[in-house]
């Protein structure tokens, strides 16, 4: 099976901090070396999320009340 990625659990409702504020995440496990997360299109979007790529920061809600410093997630 040549490029592909057989996934045979989930980590249900996994908590993801960003700064004060602690939101639940499913995660797949991937052996990958680069990252220790990725996070999906479908769960930034019900989180209401803002990726500032330039700035290194990602925006949780409506108003901004919680941000985090994504750092080198982005190289």
């Known amino acids: 099976m040549k490029n592909h990625t057989l996934i045979d ?3 249900v409702n996994c908590p993801l901090r960003f700064d004060d504020r602690i939101r639940p995440v499913n995660l797949l496990p991937i052996h990958m070396f680069d990252f220790d997360v990725i996070l999906g299109m479908d769960w ?4 209401r999320a803002t990726i500032d ?4 920061t990602v925006i949780f809600g409506v ?5 985090g410093d994504v750092g080198e997630w982005l190289y």
Request: proline letters at 0%; aromatic letters at 12%; charged letters at 20%.
């Open 9 to 11: 659990h989930e980590y």
């Open 44 to 47: 930034l979007a019900s989180h």
């Open 53 to 56: 790529c330039y700035a290194r």
């Open 63 to 67: 108003k901004g009340a919680v941000t």
